[in-house]
């Protein structure tokens, strides 16, 4: 099914529609003026030149009869203002001072010619202004015209009814144009209020779109992170191993320990994978299998790799809801890889888990780091490790700090808030 044929926003430049894909107008000559605006322009000049021109050729019933000088120059002012009126886009109260100009300055004898113009000019200002400087515009004409024909009457008093009808039939002209231009200007404003609206929010859906498309870069290169790290750096491990003993056995051992971790590592970045290409799953799933997440098992990979990890908990990690239990797990996972990577020599690691009412507490230490290694807080390691454990503690609300202490001591510490559940809520 094709999409219909669009059209330009309003205020936009002809032959665009930013996107928006908005209808074209109703109607053959409403499409055709939207597409030559100047030519629709040129049209209402012609035609106000042509109802307003003939009427300074008729005799009214005024006591003093124009000359031709002044039917000439009458005419010569009519086409003035009608030119102006090419101009009623962009210069509208310009383009009505020029429209009253006329009705100013012609002899009453020939204010019947100046009514129509006026009126076209005021719609104008409306349309392309707003009505409030419609209304004042209108204010400021009435009152003129109102000077006018009490000057008028005062030289001729015999002519007030004439100089009243005229100066009614000016003012409800101008009326007129008036009510018309700010219904068709509310309605042109109020197009553009939502056109613009809904361009204001194709940008945001476009900002909300980039934000999403970065937020999850960011979490699928940390679960790379973290399942491809941990799970090469205990493989790396086993591997050194299995080369350095001269025993077959503890070798072959080491070799069926590589082939479980690395198992271990396929079914992780299959599950991740899974996920991704899901359509169905949810924007906040996890990316890794959160409920195969586990502490104890992360610190036995790292005692099979030969490291000195000792786990201590107190509590039930395993009772933990699976996006905090998968928060702890990377922490623990993390903190033994930097320690396997950066503190070879270390005699102990210990990793501490308490899993109290409101919150898990973590703390890894080892005794390996090196003197003078700096504070993983100030991002000065250049790695992705630590600044992706932020940015997993900051997704759960907790917090997070990692450094050096005593010149020999690596210490990770986080704790993350537990959720409240319902139950607990109510009975509060």
């Known amino acids: ?22 209808p074209r107008p109703p109607g053959v000559l409403r499409r055709f003026w939207s597409r030559h605006p100047r030519f629709a322009d ?4 012609l035609l106000a030149l042509l109802l307003s021109a003939p009427a ?3 005799r009214t019933d005024f006591a003093i009869v124009p000359t031709p000088v002044q039917t000439w120059f009458a005419i010569i002012l009519l086409v003035l203002a009608c030119v102006a009126l090419v101009f009623r886009r962009t ?12 009705a100013i300055v012609l002899p009453p004898s020939l204010a019947p010619t100046t009514h129509l113009i006026p009126a076209f000019a005021l719609y104008a200002v409306a ?11 209108f204010g400021v004409a009435s009152g003129a015209l109102v000077v006018y024909a009490a000057a008028a009457t005062i030289a001729l008093p015999s002519e007030l009814p004439f100089l009243v009808s005229t100066l009614v039939s000016a003012v409800v002209g101008l009326l007129i144009g008036g009510l018309i231009g700010t219904n068709v200007g509310n309605r ?3 197009l553009e209020a939502l056109i613009d609206r809904s361009r204001q929010l194709m940008v945001e859906r476009d900002q909300q779109a980039q934000l999403a498309a970065a937020a999850e870069r960011t979490r699928i290169a940390r679960e790379m992170h973290d399942i491809v790290s941990h799970n090469l750096t205990v493989v790396v491990a086993l591997a050194e191993g299995a080369t350095a003993t001269p025993d077959a056995g503890r070798a072959r051992a080491a070799t069926e320990q590589i082939a479980t971790t690395a198992r271990g590592a396929l079914t992780e970045m299959r599950s991740m994978l899974g996920v991704l290409r899901d359509p169905d799953v949810a924007d906040g799933a996890l990316l890794a299998p959160a409920e195969s997440a586990n502490v104890a098992a992360a610190v036995e990979a790292a005692q099979r790799a030969g490291y000195p990890v000792v786990l201590h908990t107190e509590g039930s990690p395993d009772a933990l809801p699976a996006d905090l239990r998968l928060a702890l797990t990377r922490i623990v ?24 009412e409101d919150a898990v507490d973590a703390l890894i230490v080892n005794d390996g780091a090196r003197k003078g290694a700096r504070s993983a807080d100030a991002g000065s390691r250049g790695g992705y490790g630590i600044p992706g454990l932020h940015e997993r503690v900051a997704h759960v609300g907790g917090s997070l700090s990692a450094g050096l202490v005593d010149d020999d001591r690596w210490i990770v510490r986080a704790s993350l808030p537990r959720p409240r559940s319902p139950l607990e809520d109510d009975a509060t």
Request: charged letters at 20%; proline letters at 6%.
């Open 91 to 102: 210069r509208p109260l310009t383009v009505f001072v020029a429209a009253m100009i006329p």
């Open 127 to 137: 349309v392309y202004r707003s009505a409030r400087a419609c209304w004042t515009a």
């Open 42 to 45: 040129v049209l209402v000049a």
């Open 333 to 356: 996972q993390e903190s033994l890889t930097n320690a396997m990577r950066h503190a070879p020599l270390a005699t102990i690691i210990d990793v501490r888990v308490v899993v109290r």
């Open 56 to 58: 300074a050729t008729f």
């Open 188 to 190: 042109r404003r109020y």
């Open 1 to 22: 099914m094709s999409r219909p044929e669009s059209q330009a926003v309003v205020g936009a430049l002809p032959g665009t529609d930013d996107g928006l894909h908005l």
